[in-house]
């Protein structure tokens, strides 16, 4: 089993829809993130949770919405998404240590999305 | 102004052969690390190697090097006896600060094409 798994792996939606993607992590990490990277562009942080608390959010407009129920699962709530949106989803976790250490981050494979 | 500059969009090299990949960074931190990450087509981001600013050696992992200068700000990629799998794109990403669990600050990134 893959250390973090992300589902849907491919995802269509129209603009009125309501999905989510979902991020599971099995490396007893106590942090979780959203990135977003889209066509030509680097990937850009959405949202950040350490120890279940959301940390940042990066100015993400509130079409999307992050949930992060307990330190293994995060989920990304989509709703009246625009074509623009369209991107790869990638979900990452760590282990956050101590000032100055510097965590690694991994990644699972993404949810390719699609906005119609 | 970018934080992280990765000048080749895209390099080719034979199977068996060494080849650089370059990165450089921008901050006014004394504290950051640096980090490779390589997304095979399948989208996925495979974390490769890292470097800490105040760490002296550069990083070894196998067949991966990192070639940290830092009067120079930079920190490339040496991937030694070049494999077919190793075809991807290859992502210089920075953190900064001695905060623990923040976001990754990617470069657009490098395609490399290893042939037979």
């Known amino acids: 089993e893959t250390g973090v798994t992300q589902t849907p792996r491919h995802l269509v939606m129209g603009m009125t829809n309501k999905k989510s993607l979902k991020c599971e992590q099995h490396l007893g990490h106590n942090a979780m993130y959203w990135y977003k990277q889209s066509a030509k562009k680097p990937l850009e942080l959405m949202f950040v949770?350490?120890?279940?608390?959301?940390?940042e959010n990066n100015s993400v407009p509130s079409r999307f919405s992050p949930e992060c129920p307990n330190s293994s699962h995060l989920f990304l709530h989509l709703h009246t998404l625009q074509p623009e949106d369209s991107a790869l989803y990638l979900c990452?976790?760590?282990?956050?240590?101590?000032?100055?250490?510097?965590?690694?981050?991994?990644f699972g494979a993404g949810t390719r999305l699609s906005v119609l | 102004a970018q934080k992280i500059t990765q000048t080749q969009p895209g390099m080719f090299v034979q199977e068996k052969e060494a080849v650089t990949l370059d990165c450089t960074y921008d901050?006014?931190?004394?504290?950051?690390?640096l980090f490779w990450y390589k997304q095979p087509s399948s989208g996925e981001m495979i974390f490769l190697i890292y470097q800490g600013s105040y760490d002296e050696q550069n990083a070894t992992e196998g067949r991966y090097s990192l070639n940290f200068q830092k009067a120079r700000k930079s920190a490339n990629l040496v991937i030694s006896a070049s494999q077919l799998g190793d075809s991807a794109m290859y992502f210089c990403?920075?953190?900064?600060?001695?905060?623990?669990?923040?976001?990754?600050?990617f470069g657009k990134g490098t395609t490399l094409s290893v042939s037979s």
């Open positions: 990403a920075m953190r900064e600060g001695g905060q623990a669990g923040t976001a990754l600050i």
């Open positions: 949770y350490s120890l279940e608390e959301r940390v």
């Open positions: 990452a976790s760590s282990q956050v240590l101590g000032a100055g250490e510097w965590d690694i981050q991994y």
């Open positions: 901050t006014s931190d004394q504290s950051y690390g």
